[in-house]
């Protein structure tokens, strides 16, 4: 059968337009940036601000009308919503090219890239916007915009007129003290971190190089990140108006998310290594081992822990058990009238600033083996262990003839209790470690024993104890500090 002209023409029409559809079809499934060949910036007139909106609880939320504010003052605006995974009860976006949902967790039927939120922005910078906020002045984004392009800060961020208003602080991180301290901030408006609710604009490439740019709560990660890289943040007196229907508006919504809130932060800060905040007020939060679970570090070899490869000391939360079983038992062997003395590292911590030493894992003392049988602990443990009624576990050590005090039956911090004996004015033991301080010393050294500061409290010390350690240690050893096992690591050696 011949086709007419029109019949070809019309055939012609109908296939035009199914490829045409199944092209814009296939670019709306296209992350952006593979629509515009690995670029981030759009042309002159096009919007220079993705917003990313990412901090948002799916069970109750005003991520529609969030959305739906910068739609209505920019059609075009690119929006990301960002989740780890698909949101339900689902959300109610605009089906429109500018507005994605990039879900983080990696899934068997997508490529690597759709799982990566930086495949979704093309834009030059990115706006950080909380639920619960809404825009309402045009500008508002170009203006941020503006202020970080003048340079001085590497974020700005504006407040949302909610009832939890941002303002400034300081905040100081220390990696190798597994710590974050905040403070006040020298400035209203110049600051390292946030506390409440905000905008916060920067630029694409710097969050997507931190190591977790989206790490939930957005707040707590990309602060600790900022502030350790020594990058500003400017609070601009921009205002965003709150949501007119705020999400979490009932009791139950509200302790729900507070409850994973918490959650969330908890297992944020330990990833990142952090153990311990210290806030403006003094109040403290451990995010570390405690008596009812394991140490923070495992099994010791060769002197060295685990985490002084790491470039890092003793997590704080280890330092406060070790404080804890030392400031226990000495208590216990004073009042059964062993004598007791700081020994090794223990001592040389005393000596040099009056507590355990910033890398040290354990706790030593010396005792007087004919003094034993005065502790009802230490007479139990000959015979195997014994659980106190504090929770410590008092026990003759597997690796020679010694006592080794636990923090608990899950947490082995310990204190290890060395017996010596006076043998022709000289004090020895039977069981010798291949460590270089494991030596014999004369007795006189603890004749009389002196009080010296460690650890919290007052323990008893060898007298002339600058002596006492040169002669373990070797001279100098209290002015320059070294790790224990120098030809592992080496304190001058590490950075």
Wanted: charged fraction near 20%; charge should be neutral; glycine fraction near 6%.
């Amino acid at each position: 059968m011949r086709l007419t002209r029109c019949q070809a023409a019309l055939a012609a029409a109908i296939t035009l337009n199914l490829l045409v559809l199944f092209y814009v079809s296939w670019l709306q499934h296209l992350p952006r940036n593979s629509r515009t060949r690995g670029s981030r910036r759009v042309s002159a007139s096009g919007p220079r601000v993705t917003v990313l909106v990412r901090e948002f609880e799916a069970f109750d939320n005003a991520v529609p009308e969030l959305v739906d504010s910068f739609l209505q003052l920019d059609p075009a605006q690119p929006v990301v919503v960002v989740a780890d995974t698909l949101p339900y009860p689902p959300l109610a976006l605009p089906r429109i090219p500018n507005v994605r949902l990039a879900l983080l967790q990696p899934a068997l039927d997508r490529p690597a890239a759709a799982s990566r939120p930086e495949t979704y922005v093309a834009t030059e910078y990115v706006a950080l916007v909380p639920d619960g906020a809404r825009a309402e002045a045009p500008g508002q984004l170009e203006r941020m915009v503006e202020v970080l392009r003048a340079g001085g800060s590497r974020l700005v961020a504006a407040p949302v007129a909610s009832a939890n208003p941002a303002r400034c602080l300081a905040l100081n991180v220390s990696l190798r003290e597994w710590t974050a301290r905040y403070g006040p901030a020298p400035s209203a408006s110049r600051c390292d971190a946030l506390e409440g609710d905000a905008v916060l604009l920067l630029r694409a490439r710097d969050l997507f190089n931190l190591s977790a740019p989206l790490a939930r709560p957005v707040g707590t990660g990309l602060f600790l990140q900022t502030a350790l890289r020594g990058w500003t943040m400017q609070l601009l007196d921009l205002p965003f108006a709150a949501a007119r229907q705020p999400p979490l508006a009932t009791a139950h919504a509200r302790w729900k998310a507070e409850r994973e809130g918490r959650a969330r932060r908890t297992a944020l800060l330990r990833a990142l290594g952090i153990r311990l905040v210290s806030w403006e007020s003094g109040r403290l939060e451990w995010f570390g081992c405690s008596k009812e679970t394991p140490r923070c570090f495992g099994t010791v070899v060769g002197d060295t822990p685990a985490y002084l490869y790491e470039e890092r000391w003793t997590p704080p939360c280890c330092l406060r058990a070790l404080r804890e079983t030392a400031r226990y038992v000495v208590g216990v062997l004073e009042a059964a009238g062993v004598r007791y003395w700081l020994e090794g590292g223990s001592l040389l911590g005393a000596a040099r600033h009056g507590d355990i030493i910033p890398w040290d894992y354990d706790v030593d003392l010396g005792i007087y083996l004919e003094d034993v049988g005065n502790c009802e602990q230490l007479r139990g443990a000959e015979a195997g262990s014994v659980v106190d009624e504090r929770g410590f576990v008092w026990e003759k050590a597997v690796e020679g003839d010694f006592f080794r005090v636990q923090y608990s039956e899950s947490n082995h911090l310990h204190v290890d209790l060395w017996p010596f004996y006076p043998r022709n004015g000289v004090m020895t033991k039977d069981t010798w470690l291949d460590h270089r301080q494991d030596v014999e010393f004369p007795e006189h050294f603890l004749q009389p024993l002196v009080p010296l500061p460690f650890a919290g409290f007052v323990a008893q010390a060898p007298n002339n104890y600058r002596r006492f350690l040169e002669l373990k240690f070797g001279p100098g050893v209290i002015e320059n500090p070294e790790y224990p096992n120098p030809a592992l690591l080496s304190l001058t050696g590490s950075s």
